[in-house]
């Protein structure tokens, strides 16, 4: 019989970032059994180790083993467990942040914390301390309802807890990410107790919330009255990603002062964020500044410079950078695609796209996305039902945006038979979607029902786009002129511009949009239709010839206008009575 493995093989076994399933643990449990390892405190404490991995295994599908969940295993088997070891087991499933050890989603891990710590009440042995709470509490926040974590909340207070500085910031965490601000912000005021973490994990809940103007006071705020604590990386990339929401260049430019005069360590992840402010703020001069400056560029980095490039229509530069890229993931992918999308360059994204299936890369939802959205643009209905299938076969959740994408492609593609099919299967609509459906259902002449979906759509409480109601044109008018700031020679603005105040009947302004568009030399660029004919996209530009069979073509035009002409001729001879 070969002799058992020594204490510091069995303690790597249990330290291992990949626990040993269940089976090799009652082994290794035994081992520490019969080595006496388990019945006096011992240095490091095998018990905790052993809890963790519990906590952590999954049972091995060709075990004999009972088929029990691990996680009784350990309560059963360790019995008396020490708070330590009740706090181990806690604090390793709250780090547990992918599909490994079997956590697979976050409401598990939740689930499986709180069943720990119901074990640790009633033990009788062991009593939560300062140490149990904060990756209770971190675990907790990962859930959408907030009720388990108030309930530790409420514990929290009856321990008399809430003047310990770790538990206090594992609380303002929770309400930061779960709860209204307004309860982080009322228990950060009232805590006697703070140090950084404190402040910064209010001013990234105010980030992550989308207040930047809350997040900005709150730094200032430091800086100015707390001498105790001095901001580091994590407080300048919640500031600086607060200066990016709000588009401000000038604060953005002081905040990398800061940075600089105050000895703030200037790490990857904060330059990334710097990039991202730039872009965000309209200098893609000093994003790229930055990015010149970083020695050892992440994924992130890139990915960053082409989103900024993309974001100005430099999409040869974009690539450029893609290029250059030593290794990819799917989202330096995603980023470029996404640029030849909104630069109108669907051909390219979907030749991008070809090119990522020969490299072998996994799309996702944002893939699809784009390519849906490239489809619709081109006409290009077989390339949209070939990713129909792709979704259906790898059997991707259909959220709101990929819902909407694949109603919006078929519309556009002329098949509104499956963009309906498609909308009544999609668990979740916003107004979004149901602007897509409306839109689709208009444009294929079914005015009746695109009426009746829009009656719906208000009867759930879906409210439609003013702009696209003409029911605000002054919102409308602040739109076009941010985006004139953006791109001034972009026609497309001023031609919606003018049409807007033609439909309302604004007769004067819109003539004075087209002045403008002559005085400033911009022209409307010529309406561009596409089609696509056995998985080839055709396309045909307004009064060019270029085409092979144009002449053809245009004959075919001539016959479809005179009978549409005609048709027209009877609808208002019936309409008339004549008829």
């Known amino acids: 019989m070969p002799p058992p493995p020594p204490p510091s093989r069995l303690l790597a076994l249990l330290s291992a970032r990949r626990p040993p399933p269940l089976r090799r643990l009652l082994q290794i449990h035994a081992h520490l059994l019969a080595a006496g390892l388990l019945s006096f405190p011992s240095s ?81 042995a062991a009593r939560p301390d300062h140490l149990t709470f904060p990756f209770l509490l971190k675990a907790c926040a990962r859930l959408q309802e907030r009720g388990y974590g108030d309930a530790v909340l409420g514990h929290v207070l009856g321990l008399g807890l809430d003047s310990d500085v770790f538990v206090v910031n594992a609380a303002m965490h929770f309400l930061a990410v779960r709860g209204p601000m307004e309860d982080a912000r009322k228990l950060f005021d009232q805590s006697p107790v703070r140090d950084l973490v404190s402040w910064n994990t209010l001013i990234g809940g105010y980030v992550r919330r989308g207040i930047p103007g809350e997040a900005l006071e709150l730094f200032w705020r430091m800086v100015a009255e707390d001498a105790s604590v001095r901001p580091d990386e994590v407080t300048m990339i919640g500031a600086v990603s607060g200066c990016g929401q709000l588009r401000d260049l000038e604060l953005g430019r002081r905040l990398h002062g800061f940075v600089e005069s105050n000895g703030v360590r200037c790490t990857v992840r904060l330059m990334n964020t710097m990039m991202d402010m730039y872009v965000k703020c309209g200098s893609l001069e000093l994003a790229v500044s930055v990015f010149e400056r970083i020695e050892h560029r992440t994924v992130v980095s890139w990915t960053t410079m082409i989103v900024g490039y993309a974001k100005f229509g430099l999409m040869d530069d974009a690539r450029k950078v893609f290029d250059e890229m030593p290794e990819r993931d799917v989202f330096p992918w995603n980023a470029l695609m996404t640029g030849y999308v909104q630069c109108k360059q669907c051909k390219e994204a979907l030749a991008l796209f070809h090119e990522m299936q020969e490299a072998s890369v996994e799309p996702d939802e944002i893939t699809m996305v784009n390519l849906l959205t490239a489809c619709s643009h081109l006409g290009a209905l077989e390339m949209g039902m070939w990713v129909h299938r792709y979704i259906e076969k790898h059997r991707l959740v259909i959220s709101v945006a990929l819902g909407t994408s694949l109603i919006d492609m078929y519309a556009k593609c002329g098949n509104i038979e499956k963009a309906i099919h498609v909308f009544k299967e999609i668990p979740e609509k916003n107004a979004l979607t149901w602007t897509a459906m409306i839109c689709g259902l208009a444009n294929h002449g079914l005015a009746y029902e695109a009426i009746e979906h829009f009656r719906k759509m208000i009867d759930l409480g879906q409210q439609p786009d003013e702009i696209t109601m003409h029911g605000n044109i002054s919102l409308g008018e602040k739109a076009a002129m941010k985006l004139v700031e953006i791109d001034p020679s972009d026609s497309g603005i001023y031609v919606l511009l003018a049409n807007m105040y033609a439909d309302a009947n604004m007769r004067k302004k819109a003539d004075k949009v087209r002045a403008m568009m002559r005085h400033l030399g911009v022209e409307k660029v010529p309406g561009c239709s596409c089609i696509e ?25 001539h016959e479809i206008t005179l009978q549409i002409r005609h048709t027209e001729d009877l609808l208002n001879i019936s309409a008339t009575g004549v008829v």
């Open 44 to 124: 490091p404490d095998f018990s905790s180790r052993l809890a963790s991995a519990y906590a952590l295994s999954t049972t091995d599908a060709s075990s004999s083993a009972s088929p029990r969940p691990p996680l009784h295993h350990a309560l059963a088997l360790l019995f008396p467990l020490s708070t330590s070891a009740y706090n181990a087991a806690i604090r390793a499933l709250s780090l547990c942040d992918d599909d490994r050890h079997g956590c697979r989603g976050g409401g598990g891990i939740v689930h499986r914390c709180l069943s720990l710590y119901r074990a640790l009440l009633r033990s009788g």
């Open 533 to 557: 004919l056995n998985g080839v996209v055709h396309e045909f530009i307004v009064k060019d010839k270029s085409h092979t069979d144009a002449d053809a073509i245009y004959d075919c035009l």
